[in-house]
């Protein structure tokens, strides 16, 4: 982890926020090429849903969130941790997380601690106009359902997909972007009708693991776990967990839930004409039916949900740690290479001018770069450091697949010096065949 970290701070990957007033806990900022692989991250995942797939429909939806959504949804009363005191040491902790230098006797009664933000929307701060911070993006989903399959005529199986922060005032935030306050999630809610549930949740189990491996984390690093009855979140008939082998250990990248028709019969108005299997509080404010007609029988269905809901930035976390390598080389040094998939590489090619004063080098090297980034398959750099040593160490570093190397050649025979990242294979290309070559790099 340590070296990781290292490896983010020093090259602009993931900077501690607030880092020159002493930092604020459980928060992180996107550096540079952090904000680049989160970006490919999201992407690669709105593709593979939104894009790829003919049953999804995306959503943005507000982050402050009305009390009622969470009221309903149960989080203001059960979205809580268990919290004790140290009274030796005067800290607190949540009670599986309590150190080992805290002596039982010195710990106080578990109290439950809401971890949810509170705010106040508009200027009257006395209490009668409170919001949260979102705690996970899928709520809005489920009150957005009836727009949805208003503006779209989807009928089931359908889903919809939200990429977007959450915040949890966690009592112990830790190892590094793990375990945040502020966080993103990739999550998707696919509705479905009672009684297929059991098969889809498979198929999304199978689905989701198959994306994490696209990704770069190959299967022999991830397990699945049946999240046992007793620990079941209160709306859920059944969890899988993909756990990652992260380097504090093994711990959760994605739940994939059943949620039943808990959340749209939570949510909807009219709930004692619906036939809802879950155990759901009375709601008397909603006033939109959460339910779906059939064509066939006319029947109104409460849709069974589907929930794969991935965390970002341990997904970013996962992806480093995978692609991570310190290797020995033939002549005894060593390097630091990022192995990442070319599509989540932050710089997909650095341009390097073989000489940073020679004029012409340079100007080439800015005409070929800016050909490239047309092509609109990422960002592009000119890395013009007059070291070419320097340049491969660094890019091989932040994972740029290619690195091309503008020089005397290029300005005589009209060739470039192409070099491969993973196995530092160099090649000449012709100019005029660089941006072909660079296509099927990345379409390969
Ligand atoms: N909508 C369901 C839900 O939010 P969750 O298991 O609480 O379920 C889903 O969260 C995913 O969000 C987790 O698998 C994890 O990847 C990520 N996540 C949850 N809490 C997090 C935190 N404090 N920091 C970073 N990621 C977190």
């Known amino acids: ?158 889903g919809i997909a939200q990429i977007g922060k959450a915040f949890r005032n966690e009592i112990t935030p830790r190892n590094f972007i793990f375990r945040v306050r502020e966080f993103e999630q990739m999550e998707l809610e696919f509705f479905v009708k009672p009684g297929e549930d059991e098969d889809w949740h498979k198929e999304w189990v199978k689905l989701r693991s198959d994306w994490w491996e696209d990704q770069g984390i190959p299967k022999s690093r991830l397990t699945l776990l049946e999240v046992p009855q007793d620990d079941l979140s209160h709306y859920s008939k059944a969890t899988t967990d993909i756990m990652y082998e992260f380097p504090h250990g ?40 959460l339910a779906i007609q059939d064509i066939k029988t006319k029947e109104w269905i409460v ?52 000489k940073k004063n020679n004029d012409d080098l340079v100007a080439e090297a800015i005409k070929l770069k800016s050909e490239l980034q047309t092509m609109n398959l990422g960002r592009i750099v000119v890395e013009n450091t007059g070291n070419i040593g320097k340049s491969y160490r660094k890019h091989d570093e932040i994972g740029t697949p290619i690195c091309i190397t503008v020089d005397f050649d290029t300005l005589d025979n009209g060739t470039v010096t192409v070099r491969d990242r993973d196995s530092m294979k160099q090649e000449k290309v012709p100019l005029n065949k660089v941006a072909s070559y660079f296509d099927n790099y990345f379409k390969a």
């Not at 028709?261 to 004409?273: A, I, P, R, V």
Request: with cysteine.
């Open 1 to 158: 982890m340590e070296d990781i970290v290292a490896l983010c701070k020093r090259r602009g990957f993931i900077f501690q926020s607030s880092e020159i007033y002493g930092g604020l806990q459980g928060l992180y900022d996107y550096g540079p090429l952090g904000v680049e692989l989160k970006n490919n991250l999201k992407q690669a995942w709105w593709t593979s849903m939104v894009y790829y797939r003919d049953d999804i429909e995306g959503l943005d939806a507000s982050i402050l969130t009305h009390p009622d959504v969470l009221k309903y949804s149960g989080h203001e009363d059960t979205f809580t941790d268990p919290l004790v005191d140290c009274k030796s040491c005067g800290l607190r902790f949540r009670e599986d997380q309590v150190p080992d230098h805290c002596k039982d006797e010195d710990l106080t009664d578990p109290r439950e601690f809401n971890l949810m933000f509170k705010t106040n929307v508009g200027p009257i701060d006395d209490g009668s106009n409170v919001a949260y911070l979102r705690p996970e993006t899928a709520q809005q989903i489920f009150t957005n359902f009836r727009n949805i399959i208003d503006s779209t005529s989807r009928v089931l199986p359908f």
């Open 250 to 289: 093994q711990e959760e990248l994605e739940g994939i839930a059943n949620r039943k028709d808990f959340d749209l019969g939570s949510h909807t108005k009219n709930q004692e004409d619906l036939n809802i299997t879950s155990n759901v509080n009375k709601n008397n404010s909603s006033n939109a039916k």
């Open 303 to 354: 849709p069974f949900v589907i929930e794969p809901s991935a965390g970002l930035d341990r997904g970013v976390l996962a992806i480093l740690t995978e692609a991570y390598n310190l290797e020995k080389l033939d002549d005894g040094k060593e390097r630091v290479v990022l192995s990442l998939k070319p599509h989540l590489s932050p710089i997909k090619a650095a341009v390097i001018p073989l």
